[in-house]
């Protein structure tokens, strides 16, 4: 079987479920998987997550945490494929430590190796609802659970936009071209689709104001380096691809939005953005790790974690509307964009709600709590 994943062609003995829309023709291939009936080899364990990496003679082998009889050996290169050993595992150990088999082990850890190549042909692939508007691309990204989705649901009710990919859409760097993959989240979108990057949009939550912000080069690379694959089991792919995300900051528009979820929030957020009114780039805060909020006794209370808490001596105790700041600082933001926030939220004078913000982030730096970018 002959598949091709934006320039990159895939040759493979088995048939891939996910990647059915991306067959095409016999040609010269990029890359090529086989069979064999090899046992899995030994290596030196390089990271963990579900999938584990070792550093084997001549490239990698891949595995699954929960079977580390059947694999993937995966050439330097990327560009030579073995699945090899059988599989041991049940479906209930798999589920155990929390693997979703939405696709085989097999086409996870394919799509891994895939992903290394594509880096070294000069592509990001970018955590992101992505939807095609028109001609146009538009990737809504940031943190699992800032409503990525729902966003993208709310352009295809409003605009009847098509989703291109609701998890990590591939983005040619050099082009700034926008790719459909043969993997995907719980959407299982595979569209062998492509178009022009417009905006890569930064998902802030605003139940009701409905704003772009522009980013420093700064924001704009912290972002990609979160929401990006990097491949750090491999020092060489991941200088690679950082350098990729580097010149994908410089070129790319990435703008952050600040929006409900709905279709009306949708449609004032377009204005916005062919308008290019955008409000200014502004000093992003960020509460400090280490840190939890709890309420006790119908208090809220900030404690010390781990290390913290030999450094930092007894709790803070915060207000409701102090509390809900803290919260919104879980991810960088400004000053004004948490006085929009509390304007949002509550009913007060912005003179009053402004002189109270600046006091409790005076006293929230004395304590030590915040970092700023």
Known sequence: ??????????????????????KTEPKPADVSLVIS????????????????????????FYHAVFDDQMGLVVSEDYKKLKLVGQRTYSEQEAEDIGFDEEYSLEEVLIRMALECL????????????????????IAFSGPSGTGKSTRAEAWKEAFGAELISGDRPLIDVKNLEVYGVP????????RNVHHPLNTIIEVRRSEKSNYIREMSYEQKRRLLYQEC??????????????TNIAKLASRAKILRGFSGPDPESAVELRKALEAGKYKKEKTDMKAKGGFVLR???????????????GKFKGTVLLSGVAAFIWEKMQAPVSRDDL?????????VEE??????????????DEYGVIEKD
């Open 229 to 242: 694959f990097i491949p750090m089991w491999d020092t060489e792919t991941a200088v690679i691809q950082m």
């Open 339 to 347: 006085l929009t926030a509390i304007l949002d939220e509550y009913e």
């Open 295 to 309: 309420n006790i006794a119908g208090e809220q209370i900030l404690m010390p974690t781990d290390e913290n808490i």
């Open 351 to 364: 003179s009053v709600a402004a002189k109270d913000l600046d006091n409790l982030l005076t006293k929230l």
């Open 37 to 60: 009936e090899e046992d899995a080899p030994q290596g030196t364990e390089v990271r963990s997550s579900y999938i584990i990496q070792h550093k084997i003679d001549g490239g990698w």
């Open 1 to 22: 079987m002959y598949y091709q994943i934006a320039d990159i062609v895939f040759e493979s003995e088995i048939v891939l479920p996910s990647f059915e829309n991306f």
């Open 183 to 190: 993997w995907d989240g719980k959407e299982k979108c595979f």
């Open 118 to 137: 594509l880096v070294r042909h000069g592509y990001v692939s970018l955590h992101s609802a992505c939807i095609q508007l028109e001609d146009m691309a």
